[in-house]
């Protein structure tokens, strides 16, 4: 089976440190989306495109996409033999925040329900999503980042407050042509370069044909200043044809070839699977141009960053629970309280949802950015958005504006959940909307901002993290693996000169 490099198993020498983990009480051995239906569906996708290879993916706690793969004689007929019995085993001590190397054997489960081809190989391969359990006590694994997010959507139809909640992640990305980065004991540096930066307009291109969006003015210009709109319908339509239901992609606020590519809502669950295969499209799409295409919150300075905009709502026997006639832009009063929990426990979020140090060079104010702990109609100044496009009832929804790409979407939307939902169980009331541009508003008046670092997220998840734990959707383990491994990226980013320390201090 496949094993980490020596590199990695650095990377993740803090699982030495860490409590040994249980795994979650299940009454099934196996995921119950094992089924003989399934596993036909998986035969017909196979015999249909001429599957020879099959690929079993699945998320590390970060949130990247893992992977190998097997001959496709290796993948059982029947739901009750084979790998849909058994699972295979993974090295899980090979992979970021799960298991120390003495408790290193892990089993994948593939979901024979997302079986599809393979939109980026070249060998007709299929695609399978795996859920992660423990092999001893044949349970789910806690820290299975899609576990979580399934443990959510069971405790909000356990609580009979709705029956399904609905989510629509809008993620920004950049596309690159070049970029290069290292850090030495005595040296430290980062270069991106973009055809379409408008820092690159003096170049000597021979011919430099001048179309380069201007800082903060490249959204929606038609080609040629969007030189990248067939890169972005070659994403869409690659997505598209494995069932990721993408509604449109456009040219983002940035120079430099910033993108949006947006979903159609989904279930939680699903749209995180959503999310991480058209990630995975972009990239590899991307890289056959010759460019290089990243969801890193904020590569530029002076120019927008990248955000990952989230629409939820919540639904009880096919009615929108969000929607109320002649309500503030038509929200009921349990949308009220449930944005309450949004903006109550945004901090301990924002753990999860903007986890990066880089994060935080993205939330400050005057590019666009959420810090502003308030809800508004059309507002985009505030953290919490009301969409008023259309008042057509099921539309009805908020719009959670502080994460981004850059997240675990499983852990990090089911976090925002699982704060609505305590927003709702506690009516936690979200005071008076604000309607005026929160950047212009005195100090005395403007709301309370989020966290302005990393370290102060971690801090608020550490002192906020009770909701998370309701229903046993998060876990103990998972919240204290998640701040420990993140410290340590703060002191990796924190003990390290900075460049421009060299220029603001050399000369002392």
Not at 9 to 38: H, Y
Not at 105 to 116: C, E, G, I, R, Y
Not at 255 to 282: F, N, P, V
Request: aromatic residues 10%.
């Amino acid at each position: 089976m496949p094993r980490g490099t020596l590199a990695a198993r650095r990377r993740i020498a803090v699982a030495a440190s860490r409590p040994r983990v249980r795994a979650e009480a299940s009454t099934n051995s196996r995921p119950a989306n094992i089924t003989e239906d399934a596993v036909k569906r998986v035969w017909e996708v196979i015999r249909k495109h001429k599957i020879t290879v099959v690929d079993l993916k699945f998320n590390d706690l970060p949130g990247l996409w893992q992977h190998f793969s097997i001959p496709v004689e290796e993948v059982a007929q029947s739901a009750r033999e084979g790998i849909w019995v058994d699972g295979i085993g993974f090295d899980g001590s090979s992979i970021r925040g799960f298991q120390k190397i003495q408790e290193s054997d892990m089993n994948l489960f593939a979901d024979p329900t997302t079986a599809v081809l393979d939109p980026v190989c070249e060998t007709p391969t299929l695609s399978l999503i795996c859920d992660i359990y423990d092999p001893l006590t044949r349970q789910p694994y806690s820290r299975d980042p899609r576990y979580i997010a399934k443990k959510a959507e069971a405790y909000l139809k356990k609580t009979g407050i709705a029956d399904v909640s609905y989510w629509g992640p809008e993620p920004e990305f950049f596309i690159f042509d070049d970029i290069r980065f290292d850090s030495t004991e005595n040296a430290s540096y980062y270069f991106v370069d973009s055809i379409e930066g408008d820092w690159n307009t003096g170049r000597d291109e021979k011919p430099n044909l001048g179309y380069k969006p201007r800082y903060k003015e490249g959204y929606f210009p038609v080609p040629p200043h969007d030189i990248f709109q067939d890169i972005r319908s070659e994403i869409m339509s690659k997505a598209r044809a494995v069932g990721v239901p993408v509604e449109k992609h456009h040219h983002e606020v940035a120079t430099a070839g910033q993108a949006e590519i947006d979903m159609r809502y989904s279930t939680l669950t699903k749209m995180a699977d959503h999310l991480l295969m058209l990630k995975y499209i972009t990239k590899n799409v991307a890289r056959r141009h010759n460019k290089v295409a990243t969801y890193m919150p904020k590569p530029l300075f002076g120019d927008n960053g990248s955000g990952m905009h989230t629409h939820q709502s919540l639904t009880k026997q096919d009615r929108n629970l969000f929607f109320e006639k002649g309500g503030y832009a038509n929200i009921s009063q349990m949308c009220k309280w449930y944005i309450g929990g949004l903006l109550k426990h945004a901090p301990a979020i924002l753990a999860f949802a903007a986890p990066t140090t880089n994060s935080y060079k993205r939330l400050v104010p005057g590019y666009e950015a959420p810090v502003n702990l308030a809800y508004s109609a059309r507002n985009r100044s505030a953290i919490c958005r009301i969409p008023v496009y259309v008042e057509y009832p099921k539309s009805k929804r908020v719009e959670f504006r502080a994460p981004d790409p850059s997240c675990n979407p499983y852990t990090t939307f089911a976090a925002m959940l699982m704060a609505g939902l305590d927003g709702i169980q506690n009516r936690l009331d979200p005071g008076k909307p604000v309607d005026e541009n929160i950047y212009e508003m005195s100090a005395d008046r403007a709301p309370k901002q989020v966290p302005g670092s990393l370290d102060e997220s971690l801090d608020a998840l550490e002192r906020d993290h009770e909701f998370l734990l309701k229903g046993g959707v998060f876990t103990k383990d998972v919240i204290d693996v998640w701040v420990e491994f993140k410290r340590q990226e703060i002191d990796k980013v924190r003990l390290r000169p900075h460049p421009y320390e060299f220029y603001l201090y050399f000369d002392a």
